[in-house]
């Protein structure tokens, strides 16, 4: 059985009959036997090249037809026209033979000028059906235009070349004359296979096949008018065979394979640049046939009529050939200026309209305001659904806000998920209550609750005025707005006032200093801790990181680590922080060796494929085992981890690392996630156990509930922000192994957590 893939089309060829196979084998001896005859000189030549083209053409026909029936409709189009091309052509070789049996030495009757004709109009068809040719009718008019153009310009050529040593009382016979079309027409079909063939692309076979065919009836019928016009052609010549030959090409080309897209092509798929000469194609021969006319005159200074009306006819195709050219332009140019303008997306202005506009605006020196939006969630819509969804939800949101402008402003899609609506003149509407339409526009209508995907996105707006010295300042603060906005809660809008710039601006400068901090030694570490709530001895303690800014002073942690989250600068600081916190306990195992040191992770540096070598660098570089140092990692961090970051987790319990879940309780705390993550310990949030107390059931209740999970799990429970002695009572009773707070120890530094290492604890 196939799969399911491949079509029928494609596997056409491998199918082909017995009697297919012998049909090829036995047109081929047809086509090897009148060669020999004729080159040989055998009696009766005339009658078996008629007959042995008769032949192969009807093959022809028969193979053109079987194929057809097997294709897909844009193949099965393309061999019909060839069958009744090949059956035409069959027909012609009849009709030729009867009128030679008659009597006539060479019959050139108008019937056997249509019937010749019609088969030149249905292989033309048929080369314009083929999948390489263009699909727009305006396409397919300029490819038949080229090959009629450089059929055209053959005339001429052909005129100097055949006829310039004949007397022209020879050529008073109109068939000398007009045998000038039988390779004009050749030379025609050809150059439009060319075009048609792809640009950039390698040619499907078949065409390769057919493209021989019709080189070898060109240049059959160019010897054949030679030999015509100098009257030394004779019926059975050795050029006979060339006919019979190209039609056993078009037979053959129905055993090629079609093309793997055969069912239809991506017509959004952008096609290929065409290389020079084939855009020049059309217009290369047409200076020789310049040239051809000058030489053609006869004595008088006359040009022949037939030249005469070919060059009329020539230069009328070159002024349509050329109107299509420029219309084609156009056509372009009003593409490329909406690819350069418009978003291909959502149909809205884009970032560059959407600039231009505004600095228009501003240089009228009129009222002017900016909304800044940004699609809430937008990335967790992607990642969930695919961009195929996030996609259709862009466009959605793009056609509730251009229905809520409406002609108050015009809404752009700057790049991603943000767009923005610019305000300007004597506004009917401030651009507040156009924040709320917004809004208002993107509520989830009825039924999109219940579908997990529907829009809402986060506002910000700026009014120019003094402050702001070009359109950029008046983004940067309808940016700084927007932030403003998804801070407060998203799906809000927030305008953007002196304390929200001098905020960004001071958020900046600290990302700034942030960047040197590392480098210029400005971190230290703390260490707080975590004793054994039975005998009070230290068991491990927990490193802190601080900040002395030069200016600001001693920052802690919520001040800027965010920040660091937020630009990447957290990847570098934990690696410092795992670095010296190694040495540090290090230090202090000389003394106790049984104290550990944990350290915080951020959830970036779980999705690093060097977690693990950065892990084993900073104790072999601090001569400190993997068994003393424990990862704290957040809930939340670790839900959203996928399979190759527990895989590395896992590796680094392999190595004896112990991983503890920071402030357990306060992400999503699910049961499933604890099978799956190796866990070492659980840290109770010091949200709950500042909860603790006579008056507070329900806090004791989750730290008792919490501890016993731990147990069930084989896991360790250190409780977060003791501070009290009540505190410190409520969680030994509830069962709690170890704890962490003030009341066992404030963050030091390293001399004096080594101090509270007494001999005791390395006792216990």
Known sequence: MLPQHVSRAAVAPARLTLSGRVGLVAAAFVVLGEAVWLVVGLPGAALVSHLGGVAVATWATVACVRVARRQPAPLRRFWSLLAVTMALSALGCILWTVEQLNGHRLP???????????????????????????????????????GVIVGLALIPIGWVVVFRDIAAVALADPLRTFGLLYPMFDLMQLTIL??????????????????????????????????????????????????????????????CPPPPACDGEDETAESPQPPWWRVALPYLPVGGAIVAVMLSRRPTGQTPHLIFLAMMTLLGMLALRQGLAANEILRLVARLRRLAYFDQLTGLPNRLTFNRRLRRALYDDVRVAVLLLDVDGFKQVNDRFGHATGDRLLTTIAERMRDAVGADGMIARLGGDEFAVLVEGDRPVPP????????????????????????????????????????????????????????AGKSAYRTCTPALRESAVSRAELIADLRRAVDEGQLQLEFQPIVDLATGAVRSAEALVRWRHPRLGMLDPAKFLPLAEATGLILPIDRWVLQEACRAAAAWRQNAPGVIVAVNIAAAHLRRPDLIATVIAATADAGLSPR????????????????????????LRELGVRIAIDDFGTG?????????????????????????????????????????????????????????????AAVTAIGCVHGQGWRYGRPAALPELLAALTPVDVAR
């Open 108 to 146: 050139h009757t108008p019937l056997l000028g249509v019937v010749f004709t019609a088969g030149i109009v249905t292989g033309t068809a048929a080369l314009l059906c083929s999948l390489a040719a263009p699909r727009s009718l305006v396409g397919q008019v300029r490819t038949l235009l080229d």
């Open 194 to 255: 060319v075009v048609v063939a792809g640009p950039s692309r390698p040619m499907w076979r078949p065409l390769r096949v057919i493209g021989a065919s019709l080189a070898i009836r060109a240049a059959a019928d160019t010897t054949y008018v030679s030999l015509f016009a100098h009257d030394s052609y004779v019926p059975g010549h050795p050029i006979d065979v060339c006919w019979a030959l190209s039609f056993l090409l078009i037979g053959a080309a129905t055993r």
């Open 432 to 487: 507040e209550p156009l924040a709320e339409r917004l809004l208002a526009a993107l509520q989830p209508l009825p039924g999109e609750e219940d579908l997990g995907v529907h829009p809402s996105a986060s506002i910000g707006i700026a009014e120019y005025g003094p402050q702001h010295t070009s359109h950029t300042d008046l983004l940067r603060d309808a940016d700084i707005a927007m932030y403003a906005a998804k801070a």
């Open 628 to 651: 003393a140092l424990t990862l704290e990692l957040t809930e939340s961090a670790l839900i959203e981890g996928s399979d190759v970051v527990l895989d590395r987790l896992r590796q």
């Open 668 to 728: 999503y705390s699910s049961l499933s996630y604890l099978h799956r993550i190796p866990a070492t310990e659980l840290k109770i949030d010091r949200s709950f156990v500042a909860r603790l107390g006579a008056e507070a059931p329900r806090a004791y209740a989750t730290v008792e509930m919490v501890t016993r999970l731990a147990g069930a799990f084989d896991l360790a429970v250190v409780a977060e922000g003791v501070e009290t002695e009540a505190q410190h």
